[in-house]
């Protein structure tokens, strides 16, 4: 299979997840929550890491799927602010390469640099945007909400970061393994993080 299928496949599969995720928590309430709970951005940071820039394709899906879920709930200013604020997931591969002498090894570290300043960045984007153009609103129960939110994808990050060769550059991961069939004819297993 050629790279540039792995690549389409392996965005699809987790695109498709995180729209699903997302579109189920919106349209169910299931938590009772009157405001946007969200469990893609985790995801969204996932496919950044294994993809690099490729990630738009998912953040974009979410993007549309959280103004089509919320549509009918939120008002459109303070959707269109939220989408504007998850474009800041961008910023990953560079927070990534900052990062890279770091992240050959799996940690906690590693996942909460990866998503906390992107979060940081991406929540002060959408509440800047709100106090510009509506007004102030409360800042105590924003911080609650979005913090609910980050603990959340935190969580599900370190279960990812736990499964071996998941949370992995996929071109150095693939490089890797094809230098380990060429030497010796079998695939070398990667070390556990």
Do not use: C
Request: aromatic residues 12%; without cysteine; positive net charge.
């Amino acid at each position: 299979m050629s790279l540039k299928k792995m690549m389409i496949i392996d965005i699809s599969i987790f695109t498709v997840l995180g729209i699903l995720l997302d579109s189920f928590l919106g349209l169910t309430n299931i938590f009772y929550i009157k405001f946007l709970m969200t469990l893609s951005y985790s995801l969204i940071v996932l496919v950044y890491y294994r993809w690099g820039y490729y990630g738009i394709v998912i953040n974009v899906a979410i993007i549309v799927t959280h103004f089509l879920v919320y549509f009918k709930t939120d008002d459109i200013v303070s959707l269109i602010f939220h989408s504007v604020s998850l474009l800041s997931f961008l910023l990953i591969p560079s927070f990534k390469k900052l990062i890279n002498n770091n992240l050959g090894k799996k940690s906690l570290l590693n996942v909460i640099i990866l998503i906390v300043p992107v979060f940081i960045i991406a929540i002060s984007v959408e509440y800047l945007l709100g106090l510009s153009f509506v007004g102030a609103s409360s800042l105590v129960s924003y911080l609650i909400y979005h913090s609910l939110n980050l603990l959340l994808n935190i969580l599900i990050l370190i279960i990812i970061s736990k499964q071996e060769n998941l949370l992995v550059d996929m071109k150095e991961y693939l490089i890797k393994e094809s230098k380990g069939k060429e030497s010796g004819g079998r695939i070398q297993k990667s070390s556990k993080y």
